[in-house]
């Protein structure tokens, strides 16, 4: 089945500098990879996806890579702010018809001012 | 973006009662909903996948008879947790999507934090 990696556990920046956060996906046939961040007891927000057919997307500050061959995708967060704050989860979709994802373990970003 | 909510946001209960939670998507309407349960510091564990008017599926090690789904309108599911007990204390998510589509935008409740006595 899949398994989605996802490095580092734990992050911390300055504010204003860059946070960069890895996944692997060992499943070649995913083809969806949103990214969501989770501030303390409250539920996922989704900030970003890409499909397997767009290398890169950028919103604002953010931005998501894809290597397909490489199987890893990434997030890039510019400018951080103390608001940035939170865990992130990646997730990669998992089958096709009516199934779901496999999310990473997660990474706590702390922004530093 | 989709509005997903879910009510209560908290909940304390004594042992041995059963506590319902509900999960609705306020703008869109969802085909597939999700319950997942989340312990401190983790990720997210899928217990059950339920596609409206038909029955949930569950995921290994998760008793059917214990944690009652239910997805009778395409806004509406809902989690019971029958005869409760402190090792169910947990964050319950809900998420919704429009499809059945891996692909699909799942968007999330902000969940419900449920403490057993």
């Known amino acids: 089945g899949e398994n989605v990696e996802q490095h580092p556990s734990t992050l911390s920046v300055q504010e204003g500098d860059s946070a960069v956060i890895k996944c692997t996906y060992s499943?070649?046939?995913?083809?969806?990879f949103p990214w969501y961040k989770q501030e303390l007891g409250k539920g996922p927000q989704l900030i970003i996806d890409?499909?397997?057919?767009?290398g890169e997307k950028k919103d604002q500050r953010i931005a998501v890579t894809l290597n397909k061959t490489a199987k890893h995708f990434s997030l890039h967060i510019t400018e951080t702010q103390p608001e940035d704050s939170a865990v992130y989860f990646c997730?990669?979709?998992?089958?096709?018809?009516?199934?779901?994802?496999?999310f990473g373990p997660g990474t706590r970003l702390s922004v530093l001012p | 973006g989709a509005v997903v909510s879910q009510h209560p946001s908290w909940v304390i209960c004594k042992s041995g009662t059963s506590v319902k939670i509900e999960c609705r998507s306020l703008?869109?309407?969802?085909?597939?909903m999700f319950w997942y349960r989340q312990f401190p510091k983790q990720s997210l564990m899928l217990m059950a996948t339920?596609?409206?008017?038909?029955?949930?599926?569950?995921e290994q090690g998760v008793e059917k008879d214990k944690f009652l789904i239910n997805h009778a309108s395409l806004t509406l599911s809902t989690l019971t947790v029958t005869s409760a007990h402190p090792e169910d204390s947990s964050f319950y998510i809900c998420?919704?999507?429009?499809?059945?589509?891996?692909?699909?935008?799942?968007?999330f409740g902000p969940g419900t934090r449920l403490t057993v006595l």
């Open positions: 998420s919704a999507r429009g499809g059945r589509d891996s692909t699909d935008t799942q968007y």
């Open positions: 997730a990669a979709s998992i089958g096709s018809y009516g199934q779901n994802f496999v």
């Open positions: 499943d070649s046939a995913s083809n969806y």
């Open positions: 890409i499909r397997s057919n767009v």
């Open positions: 703008d869109f309407q969802a085909t597939t």
């Open positions: 339920s596609n409206e008017g038909s029955k949930a599926t569950y």
